[in-house]
């Protein structure tokens, strides 16, 4: 839910997940997102300074999500793939250029293919973590490439 501030039944709310316009729910005095149903509500936190913010109530939690280390893993793993055969650099967001599904889908295969292996205590190419990332690395392309197209 998200703080509205001092908008009116008149204004024009555009949803921040899904892009649509909200409507006033009289009843319930909140905005609502036909589409995917978020809320907006008149509430808000204010803090022991005087700051005040909106609640954080149904957003995305993605410090909590998310593990920092994973997170510096898999940049340290993008960069060292940055290099191309050519000792040339590409740009960080290269990737988000467009790499068909299943070219993403092939690797995947491969790339799990190889945790499996040293999860079951054989040998696989590179080591686990290395694996594990490149998974990763996988999995974000493909959905990358299904979030683009329902866009």
């Known amino acids: 839910m998200i703080h509205v501030g001092d908008f009116n039944m008149e204004s024009t709310i555009i949803c ?37 913010r909106d609640t954080d109530e149904n957003k995305p939690d993605l410090e909590g999500f998310l593990s920092p ?6 940049g340290e793993y993008m960069s060292k793939h940055r290099i191309q055969s050519d000792g040339s650099l590409r740009d960080s967001d290269n990737w988000q250029k467009g790499i068909p599904k299943e070219a993403y889908m092939k690797s995947a295969f491969r790339h799990f293919m190889d945790v ?26 493909y959905a990358h490439e299904l979030l683009k197209e329902k866009k």
Request: charged residues 25%.
């Open 69 to 74: 280390i994973v997170i510096q893993r898999f």
């Open 16 to 52: 921040w997940n899904c892009g649509e316009q909200m409507v006033w729910d009289k009843e319930n005095k909140l905005w609502i997102c036909p589409k995917c149903g978020e809320l907006l509500m008149n509430e808000m936190r204010t803090f022991e300074t005087g700051a005040t």
């Open 116 to 141: 499996w292996l040293f999860h079951r205590g054989y040998k696989g190419r590179d080591d686990m973590e290395e694996a594990l990332m490149a998974l990763m690395f996988n999995i974000m392309g």
